[in-house]
């Protein structure tokens, strides 16, 4: 199982020293930092020998609006994730385009690579994003990507029929390598308006993050989830791929195919399932959206493949993680995960092993205890601890999961109970 990074800027190259082969490195196209010009970074640091508690003070309290949704009081009362059982959302696909038949209803099968582009690109937009880093000196980077709108909200005791919209993209466009979110967050549509977005919430481990925008004026265009991407999806399948690579040439659109339905890849040390597909990805493409020939959302672009010699090799969040994972957040603000109270870390030998257990965790005499050595799960032998995270995510809530574990010298299985974990 070879392993794949993120990076936290365009820059980063694999070790090109390293003994592992240069093609088996990913990367996930993150917000690219660019400092700002050295003018502004010379004021910036004037002031600040003058003004840091000022400075600082203003930095927090930016980040203290984006990840409290603004200083809104009046709480949501109805939500709308666009999830049509039929595939198709009619609010996302407007019927003035090209390609109806005969009967007035639009033919989606005979629809032309223009007819698509047209009535999903609206819902793709840009995203730049700012970090302000105070230390001695205070500078400040910038960062781009893409993200997609996938529906509104109304807040209570209003008339708007809606006052906001949600847009997904990946956790990694809106926070940095050390897990700080962007102290701003600007989102741009196609036609050039500019939003001040608020983070509503995401997951790292699912590299899914959801923002909202306040508009209740303007009717945005909202992408439709496809109905199911583990059944409907085929590899050859033509797929388009909408972004904004390099952070300034946004609404771009590839083309190609789905190469791989199911691939599984490990990003900075977390398993991941993703679809690949050879359509071209470029850095700031992450958060794009990835639709089929019918204009169905079926994807969110996350990662490519990296090295100058390397041709075609994407991936993207299938659509029914992404909408899971984006309702919860919508729903919740995080992510409800699957877990079983169980601590573990490698040893110096290699070895995985208990190293903690939660204070309400009770599995009985048959469950884990302190020092034993997970050797394997349901059967399958682990290669990381990342393999452990991985099957119990993927675990429904009171599942029984079986360990083959090594106590006191002796193998033998232990059993755990999936529990629901929510941060809060």
């Not at 109805?78 to 595939?87: I, R």
């Not at 509104?152 to 029929?161: H, Q, V, Y």
């Not at 884990?368 to 394997?376: A, H, K, P």
């Amino acid at each position: 199982m070879s392993d794949y990074i993120y990076s936290n800027n365009f820059s980063s190259e694999p070790d090109k020293n390293s003994s592992e082969p240069i093609n088996l490195y990913f990367e996930v196209e993150r917000n690219r930092p660019k400092p700002i010009k050295k003018g502004t970074i010379a004021l910036i640091c004037s002031l600040c020998i003058l003004f840091s508690g000022v400075a600082g003070g203003v930095g927090a309290a930016i980040v203290n609006n984006v990840n409290n949704g603004g200083g809104q009081s009046s709480p949501i009362v109805a939500n709308v994730v666009y999830k049509s059982p039929t595939g198709i959302n009619d609010l996302a696909l407007p019927n003035d385009i090209d390609g109806l038949d005969g009967a007035g209803e639009k033919s989606y099968a005979t629809m032309t690579l223009p007819d698509v582009i047209e009535s999903v690109e609206n819902s793709v937009v840009e995203i730049r994003t700012q970090y302000v880093t105070s230390s001695y000196y205070q500078y400040v980077t910038s960062g781009a990507g893409s993200g997609v709108i996938i529906g509104f909200f109304k807040r209570e005791g209003t008339k708007n029929e809606h006052d906001g919209y949600y847009i997904i993209t990946n956790a990694h466009v809106i926070t940095n390598d050390k897990g700080k979110t962007a102290t701003s967050i600007t989102v741009a549509l196609r036609d050039g308006t500019e939003y001040e977005a608020t983070v509503k919430g995401y997951d790292t481990d699912g590299d899914i993050a959801v923002l909202m925008i306040e508009e209740s004026e303007k009717d945005l265009v909202c992408a439709s989830f496809i109905n199911d991407s583990d059944e409907q999806l085929r590899v050859g399948e033509s797929v388009i791929a909408i972004g904004n690579p390099l952070g300034e040439l946004g609404g771009s659109v590839t083309t190609g195919i789905i190469s791989a339905l199911d691939r599984e890849i490990s990003v900075d040390g977390t398993k991941m399932n993703l679809l690949q597909i050879d359509a071209a990805i470029n850095p700031g493409n992450s958060g794009g959206g990835l639709f089929n020939m019918k204009g169905e959302l079926i994807g969110i672009v996350n990662a490519k493949s990296t090295g100058s010699d390397i041709e075609g090799i994407g991936f993207a969040i299938p659509a029914n993680d992404a909408f899971r994972l984006s309702s919860d957040i919508k729903n919740y603000g995080y992510v409800v995960k699957s877990y079983i109270g169980v601590g573990y870390n490698i040893g110096k030998d290699g070895n995985i092993y208990v190293v903690s257990l939660d204070p309400g965790y009770n599995d009985g005499e048959g469950g884990f205890q302190v020092g034993d050595i997970i050797l394997s799960i349901n059967g399958k032998e682990l290669t990381s601890s990342a393999d452990i995270k991985y099957y119990v995510s993927k675990s429904k809530i009171g599942d029984k999961i079986e360990f083959l574990v090594r106590r006191d010298g002796a193998e033998i299985t232990v059993t755990a109970t999936v529990k629901a974990y929510s941060p809060k």
